[in-house]
């Protein structure tokens, strides 16, 4: 896993997927109990076969801006 920026990461296959077919469910902690947070594909960044960037965002104040979190969980599924 690399952290790219604030809330923004790749995450890197040991193995690589048969291809970019697959589909990633997410869940992550919040840093407080009243703050939203989401997880998402990355926008401009299509998943290939070997990793995928994902965001995660807060809700906080009302906005959705890059944030990060005590723990980010990822499932994938698909690819072959």
Do not use: E
Not at 38 to 49: A, D, F, I, K, N
Request: overall charge positive; hydrophobic content about 40%; aromatic content about 10%.
């Amino acid at each position: 896993v690399v952290r790219n920026a604030v809330g923004d990461y790749t995450i890197t296959f040991a193995t690589p997927m048969a291809n970019a077919n697959y589909t990633v469910s997410s869940h992550c902690t919040a840093a407080a109990s009243t703050w939203l947070y989401g997880v998402q594909t990355h926008s401009t960044v299509l998943p290939l076969v070997g990793s995928i960037r994902v965001v995660v965002t807060s809700a906080n104040a009302g906005y959705f801006s890059p944030s990060d979190t005590p723990a980010v969980n990822l499932s994938i599924f698909g690819g072959k």
